[in-house]
């Protein structure tokens, strides 16, 4: 295992990950819902809360956090 924890933790606009607009942070890939493996209704703040995610390609895994501040910034109007 690398021992780069900072990689294995990203924010992300829920909505983008939704719509598999997050990339994997080791090799690129689009991940969504699809490739959720656990979900973590207990991190605050409110809204929504976070998810690890193994990404199909290069199978690792990280945790993303779905951050109100991420929506604002990554937001599409
Ligand atoms: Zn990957």
């Known amino acids: ?3 780069i924890d900072q990689r294995r ?6 909505r983008a990950f939704n719509h598999y607009g997050v990339v994997c942070p080791f090799c ?4 969504g819902p ?3 493996t656990r979900e973590h209704l207990d991190v605050p703040p409110n809204p929504p809360y976070a998810a690890t995610v193994r990404c199909p390609r290069c199978k690792e895994e990280f945790e993303v956090i ?11 109007r």
């Open 66 to 76: 779905f951050s109100a501040d991420a929506v604002r910034a990554t937001e599409r």
């Open 1 to 3: 295992m690398p021992a």
């Open 28 to 31: 690129g890939e689009n991940v």
């Open 34 to 36: 699809r490739f959720v």
């Open 9 to 14: 933790r990203i924010t992300a606009d829920r």
